[in-house]
Each structure stands twice: as C-alpha cells, then as structure tokens.
C-alpha cells in the first residue's frame, strides 16, 4: 500500500465549479500535512498547510480527518489559473523535514 | 529574493555514462533536498543534508547515486553509470531548517534537472 494515495485524475471543470480532492495517509502517525501545486513542467510550490481544525485560504478549504486518516482540498469558483496538479503531502515522522508526496490529482479547469 | 538555483536544466545521456547536477539552495538555508520526480508520480526524496550532513539517505541507490554539500552551501547529485529508469526530473530544494516545525518551515523547490537516459 502506498503512504499517500491520490485519485490521478484528470478533474475537468468548468469555470466557475466547485471540486473537491480526497488523499489517504497510511501512517496513522503522521503529524504534518500540506497541500502542493505543480504546473506542467515547473517545481512543486507550497499551496496551503493543513491544520487539524481545518484551514482555509480564499478559494481553497483543506481538512483532516484523523480517524479516517484522509485529507481533503475543496476549490471554490475555479478559474482556468487552477488548472494543476495537486499533490498531496504528509510529515510522516514529527522530528524531521522528511516530506512523502502523492502522485498528484490532475485539474483541468475549461471555459 | 533568489530562489533555489539548479542546473543544468536538462541533460541526455546514453545508459551506462556519468552525469552531474548541481544546486544552489536559498541563501541561510540550512537544509537541502534532492528529490527524484518519474513521470506521473510525485516527488520522492532521495537524500537531505542539514549543513554539510546527511540526515536522511535511506532512498538514495547507494551502488549508483552519491551526493555532497561539502561546505554546506551547494551540493552536487551524481549518478554514475546511469540506468535508463533513472530518467526523471531531479529537484533541488532547500528550507531554513532552524525552526523544527515544518508549518513555519516551507520546503522551497527549484526548477529541477530533466534527465533522459537513452
């Protein structure tokens, strides 16, 4: 079993929806828990952390359910700029950076 | 700000051939990355340095790959002889690593090395 496992995808959209992406966590251990977005051929970047009480960051709502061990991103009112891949993230061990990604949910948002 | 510096940004190498790449992490960074990313998965990490020591190395293919940070600044990843599954973008990324808490200390990537093994 993976440590984090994502739907692949594609999500296509059109603007204006809301979507929703779920990701599993093996490790009921796990602390730390973030969300990363990667455009077609450039780095990952930091899209929000996830907070045991949930968070929320403009368009994007992430949540944490402990017990289920899954993690979920909501975007709201997409716009074409979202278009992504959404890579989910997860600190496995408190004391260290060691981060395990997902392999990514691919969005595709049309007009 | 400059961000993290990698280079070079793409290689082709035939299998069994030596390839280097280089990082330059944020400035004060005291922790770097080497990331492997295959196409359609996320990144997985393969070795990271706290200054100039290794903290975790557990997935780098020790028989093949090997990485420094001699003076804890840039760092080198090389992978000598080179197998055709190791094509695959190989990312750089560096963060504070002062704080102990990763909500307050982000991994900053850059844009990654893109190497084909033919």
């Known amino acids: 079993r993976k440590e984090v496992e994502q739907d692949p995808g594609p999500f296509n959209v059109p603007e204006g929806a809301t979507v929703a992406f779920n990701c599993t966590y093996s490790n009921s251990a796990s602390q730390s828990f973030f969300w990363y977005r990667q455009d077609c051929r450039k780095e990952p970047k930091l899209l929000m952390s996830v907070y045991s009480s949930g968070n929320e960051d403009g368009r994007f709502t992430a949540q944490l359910n402990r017990a289920s061990q899954y993690i979920s991103l909501l975007i709201r009112d997409s716009k074409l700029s979202d278009s992504a891949t959404y890579l989910c993230?997860?600190?496995?061990?408190?004391?260290?950076?060691?981060?395990?990604f997902g392999s990514g949910t691919r969005l595709l948002v049309r007009p | 700000e400059a961000g993290v510096a990698q280079s070079p940004r793409y290689k082709i190498i035939e299998k069994r051939q030596s390839v280097a790449f280089w990082c330059n992490p944020i400035s004060g960074h005291a922790t770097l990355y080497w990331y492997q990313q295959i196409l359609g998965q996320g990144p997985k990490l393969l070795i990271q340095?706290?200054?100039?020591?290794?903290?975790?190395d557990s997935q780098l293919p020790k028989d093949r790959f090997s990485a420094e940070r001699l003076k804890g600044v840039d760092s080198t990843l090389k992978i000598q002889p080179a197998k055709l599954e190791d094509s695959a973008v190989y990312l750089c990324?560096?963060?504070?690593?002062?704080?102990?808490?990763?909500?307050?200390?982000?991994?900053?990537f850059g844009p990654g090395t893109r190497l084909t093994v033919l």
């Open positions: 340095f706290q200054n100039n020591g290794v903290v975790d």
């Open positions: 990324a560096s963060s504070l690593g002062t704080t102990g808490n990763l909500f307050t200390d982000t991994q900053y």
């Open positions: 993230v997860v600190n496995p061990i408190d004391s260290s950076y060691k981060l395990i």
